[in-house]
């Protein structure tokens, strides 16, 4: 299996741009996680989806942020319009389940707003 | 609420020594406890996980937690540490979402 794939793996993008992220999780899990790091916030849970269902976004910092996930094999996470403090390592996660099953990250992506 | 403490933000060990990452837990119920590994510019990476059962639960890389529920805590071991062990790790405690403690860095020196 390849593994969580995320695209791109590194952006860099001006203030007041559009960007988006991209996660293609493992084929068979239905549980799907986005995450964001930082050296002063360290790993912070933002969404999760379970069978393609967000059922907890209250990680999304504000509204400038949003995520989808349209089918078990694709999701995204958008930030419109992106702001210098967005500038992160953010990755997605995807498991069979929740509680107890583990997670498989991704590589991640290494947002730049300048 | 449920949380999990890494006590230590950097572990020093020389190689060939036994090390040791601290992590304490708060969650009620039975904690379902986790250990993962994040080398530089990587993803995190799975390394052992406790739901039940032995106390003791052996994982990826010669790696080991002891559960104690007396003292709430989850430490993670190794016999004999190497200099490639050099990375951040992550305790981490599973309600229907895994919720993370801060980091530890572990340094081993030749």
Partial sequence: ?114 | AQSVAQPEDQVNVAEGNPLTVKCTYSVSGNPYLFWYVQYPNRGLQFLLKYITGDNLVKGSYGFEAEFNKSQTSFHLKKPSALVSDSALYFCAVSTDKLIFGTGTRLQVFP
């Fill in chain 1, 1 to 114: 299996d390849a593994g969580v794939i995320q695209s791109p793996r590194h952006e860099v993008t001006e203030m007041g741009q559009e960007v988006t992220l991209r996660c293609k999780p493992i084929s068979g899990h239905n549980s799907l996680f986005w995450y964001r790091q930082t050296m002063m916030r360290g790993l912070e849970l933002l969404i999760y989806f379970n069978n393609n269902v967000p059922i907890d976004d209250s990680g999304m910092p504000e509204d400038r942020f949003s995520a989808k996930m349209p089918n078990a094999s694709f999701s995204t996470l958008k930030i419109q319009p992106s702001e210098p403090r967005d500038s992160a390592v953010y990755f997605c996660a995807s498991s069979f389940g929740t509680a107890p099953y583990e997670q498989y990250f991704g590589p991640g992506t290494r947002l730049t707003v300048t």
